[in-house]
């Protein structure tokens, strides 16, 4: 088995040393038609990223995952048309009026479903493929014993998140404004580099993670994704598509981080990966996790019996 690894990248520098590190893909986007990656990035780098890509024998992922409303449809086709003339290898989409145009208008843009958190049945994940996509993007609230039945039913790879931010919430509506508004209070910042987060009352200890952008407004997961301990299993189930998200695991951290990542591939690939080099590994990520982050499997070990 060949396991590829995709990585977010928040800049083409960074787009570089992720190439070194192992990726196999850069995931980028843009401020316009992308959703909640680390960096909104113009066109002039989503160009430059996808040249160094493919100058390393590597591969791009741009998202084009957004909520599609009326005035971005408006304006989707000439952004189409850039990501294909420059060639990118593939796109997220979530939003079937984006796929709609792709069809009707026969683009040469192999693309990947992505709806977030609605993508949790081999039968809609084929029920797309059937509709041309090469791929999906799984949901992060899977458990284990959901993904064992879904893993050998696929008919396209199927992307599982390893490591980094899961989303729970996504409103169109700029809450946290609406909020600075209401409460009379002075703008606190609103962005993901503000560090902001909402905790439950009956929890204070809690932190979901929340910023606010041009697509609406965004909350995390109390802990972030580190499937580090799964990893082999993951693979077994036929799981061979990981991504690691570094929305909020920025610079060099993030670049390690994939790293580490691309040592275990290695191990699962030649059947060598031990308990004891598990722990080691998952130790270094962790050194490497931003401070205050905590960490755990999400859904993965919940019955889904007990999900409501």
Same mark, same amino acid.
């Given at each position: 088995?060949?396991?590829?690894?995709?990585?977010?990248?928040?800049?083409?520098?960074?787009?570089?040393?992720?190439?070194?590190?192992?990726?196999?893909?850069?995931?980028?986007?843009?401020?316009?038609?992308?959703?909640?990656?680390?960096?909104?990035?113009?066109?002039?780098?989503?160009?430059?990223?996808?040249?160094?890509?493919?100058?390393?024998?590597?591969?791009?992922?741009?998202?084009?995952?957004?909520?599609?409303?009326?005035?971005?449809?408006?304006?989707?086709?000439?952004?189409?048309?850039?990501? #294909?003339?420059?060639?990118?290898?593939?796109?997220?989409?979530?939003?079937?009026?984006?796929?709609?145009?792709?069809?009707?208008?026969?683009?040469?843009?192999?693309?990947?479903?992505?709806?977030?958190?609605?993508?949790?049945?081999?039968?809609?994940?084929?029920?797309?493929?059937?509709?041309?996509?090469?791929?999906?993007?799984?949901?992060?609230?899977?458990?284990?014993?959901?993904?064992?039945?879904?893993?050998?039913?696929? #008919?396209?790879?199927?992307?599982?998140?390893?490591?980094?931010?899961?989303?729970?919430?996504?409103?169109?509506?700029?809450?946290?404004?609406?909020?600075?508004?209401?409460?009379?209070?002075?703008?606190?910042?609103?962005?993901?580099?503000?560090?902001?987060?909402?905790?439950?009352?009956?929890?204070?200890?809690?932190?979901?993670?929340?910023?606010?952008?041009?697509?609406?407004?965004?909350?995390?997961?109390?802990?972030?994704?580190?499937?580090?301990?799964?990893?082999?299993?993951?693979?077994?189930?036929?799981?061979?598509?990981?991504?690691?998200?570094?929305?909020?695991?920025?610079?060099?951290?993030?670049?390690?981080?994939?790293?580490?990542?691309?040592?275990?591939?290695?191990?699962?690939?030649?059947?060598?990966?031990?308990?004891?080099?598990?722990?080691?590994?998952?130790?270094?990520?962790?050194?490497?996790?931003?401070?205050?982050?905590?960490?755990?499997?999400?859904?993965?070990?919940?019955?889904?019996?007990?999900?409501?």
């Amino acid at each position: 088995m060949k396991v590829k690894i995709t990585a977010t990248a928040e800049s083409a520098e960074q787009a570089k040393s992720l190439l070194a590190a192992g990726a196999d893909t850069i995931n980028i986007g843009d401020k316009d038609f992308a959703l909640r990656m680390p960096t909104a990035l113009t066109q002039d780098q989503i160009h430059l990223i996808t040249e160094m890509a493919h100058a390393a024998g590597k591969t791009i992922t741009v998202s084009v995952n957004a909520l599609m409303h009326v005035e971005k449809m408006a304006v989707i086709k000439p952004y189409l048309d850039f990501l #294909q003339e420059i060639g990118v290898d593939q796109i997220t989409v979530g939003d079937a009026g984006v796929i709609y145009v792709l069809q009707q208008n026969d683009y040469k843009l192999p693309w990947i479903y992505d709806a977030s958190v609605l993508t949790t049945s081999s039968r809609q994940v084929n029920f797309w493929a059937e509709q041309g996509a090469v791929g999906a993007v799984l949901a992060r609230e899977l458990p284990k014993s959901e993904l064992e039945a879904m893993g050998s039913a696929l #008919q396209v790879p199927g992307e599982i998140l390893v490591y980094g931010a899961t989303v729970i919430h996504h409103s169109k509506r700029p809450l946290l404004q609406n909020y600075y508004n209401f409460a009379e209070v002075k703008d606190e910042g609103k962005t993901q580099d503000d560090h902001l987060s909402v905790s439950e009352p009956s929890d204070p200890q809690s932190h979901f993670s929340i910023f606010e952008d041009s697509q609406g407004t965004h909350i995390f997961a109390n802990d972030d994704l580190d499937m580090m301990t799964e990893l082999a299993d993951l693979a077994a189930m036929g799981y061979d598509h990981w991504k690691l998200d570094g929305i909020f695991t920025r610079g060099d951290d993030f670049v390690e981080i994939v790293r580490i990542f691309d040592q275990v591939r290695k191990l699962v690939e030649t059947g060598e990966l031990t308990p004891d080099k598990v722990l080691q590994l998952d130790y270094e990520v962790r050194k490497h996790h931003p401070a205050g982050r905590s960490l755990s499997h999400g859904f993965y070990d919940i019955d889904p019996t007990k999900i409501k």
